[in-house]
C-alpha cells in the first residue's frame, strides 16, 4: 500500500483522516474518470454518483474499515465491463483507456495512441437503471470469494497469482472471512480491498440491501442518498 498516516482529532463528533504524500491514486483515479466520460457519458456519471452514495451511506471512509473512493471507482468500471447480463458492455477492459494503458505500462517515451471511440451499448439505460443493476450485481452475483475485481483484463475470473488475498478476522477474533479482491490496474501485485474489515463488509452488504429494498419501493433519489449515521444518532 501506500504510505499513509491517520491523523486521529480529539474531540466529540471528530473523523478520523486519512493523509497521503506523493500518492499517484488520485491522478489514476482522475484519469480513470475523465476517460470514463470519455467513452460513455454515464460510465462517469454512475462513478461519481455510486462515489456519492458510498459517502452518504457512510461506507466510503478507509478509517473506519472501509473500501475507498477509488475503490469504488473500480468497482463501477468493472461492473460496467462485465455486469450487464445478455449485453454488450459499456466499457472496454483497460487496453481501451487510451490515457489509462499508458500510465500502467509506465515505459519512458511511449507513443500516444488515439482517444477510443465510445462503446454503443447498455441499450441506452439511464443512470439510474445502471445504479440499480449495480447494486444487484454487486449483491447478488459478484462472487466475493472466488472472483477478482480486474478492470484491467475486464473479465470474470478468481484473483492473479500476483493479488494478495484479503482474509479478515472476525470480532470474536478467531473466525475469518474472504475480503474483496479489488486489483489496481496501475500494480497487479495491490490489493486495493484491503482497507476493509469484517464490519466494514457487513455495513456493504446491508446498504447494497437497503438500496435493492427502496428500488423495490420506487423510492426518490432524496430518500436513496438519506445521510447514514451510527444507531445513536447524528454526531
Known amino acids: 500500500d501506500e504510505p499513509k498516516v491517520t491523523l ?10 486519512d493523509l497521503a504524500m506523493n500518492s499517484a491514486t488520485p491522478l489514476h483515479n482522475a484519469a480513470l474518470l475523465v476517460e470514463c466520460g470519455r467513452l460513455d457519458p454515464r460510465a462517469q456519471a454512475l462513478a461519481l454518483f455510486v462515489r ?18 477509488y475503490a469504488w471507482t473500480l468497482l463501477t468500471i468493472y461492473f460496467l465491463q ?8 459499456i466499457l472496454p477492459a483497460l487496453e481501451g483507456f487510451a490515457v489509462s494503458s499508458r500510465l500502467a505500462e509506465k515505459p519512458a517515451g511511449l507513443a500516444a495512441t488515439s482517444v477510443p471511440k465510445p462503446l454503443a451499448a447498455g441499450k441506452g439505460k439511464s443512470v439510474s437503471s445502471l445504479f440499480m443493476n449495480f447494486v444487484r450485481f454487486y449483491q447478488s452475483s ?14 470474470r475470473a478468481p484473483p492473479g497469482l500476483a493479488l494478495p488475498l484479503h482474509i479478515m478476522l472476525r470480532e470474536d477474533g478467531k473466525s475469518t472471512e ?7 490496474p496501475f500494480d497487479q501485485t495491490r490489493n486495493i480491498g484491503t482497507t476493509m474489515n469484517a464490519a466494514g463488509l457487513d455495513r456493504m452488504k446491508q446498504e447494497l440491501a437497503r438500496a435493492e429494498e427502496l428500488f423495490s419501493k420506487n423510492a426518490s433519489l432524496t430518500e436513496m442518498l438519506e ?9
Do not use: M, Q, Y
Open 8 to 17: 486521529l482529532p480529539s474531540g466529540e463528533g471528530a473523523v478520523p483522516i
Open 52 to 69: 456519492r452514495w458510498a459517502k452518504d451511506r457512510g461506507i466510503c471512509h478507509i478509517a473506519k474499515g472501509h473500501l475507498s473512493p
Open 178 to 184: 474472504v475480503g474483496p479482491c479489488i486489483e489496481d
Open 82 to 89: 462485465v455486469g450487464l447480463r445478455e449485453e454488450e458492455p
Open 142 to 155: 459478484f462472487d466475493l470469494r472466488n472472483e477478482a475485481v480486474s478492470i484491467r483484463t475486464g473479465k
Open 227 to 235: 445521510p447514514w449515521f451510527p444507531e445513536d444518532g447524528p454526531a
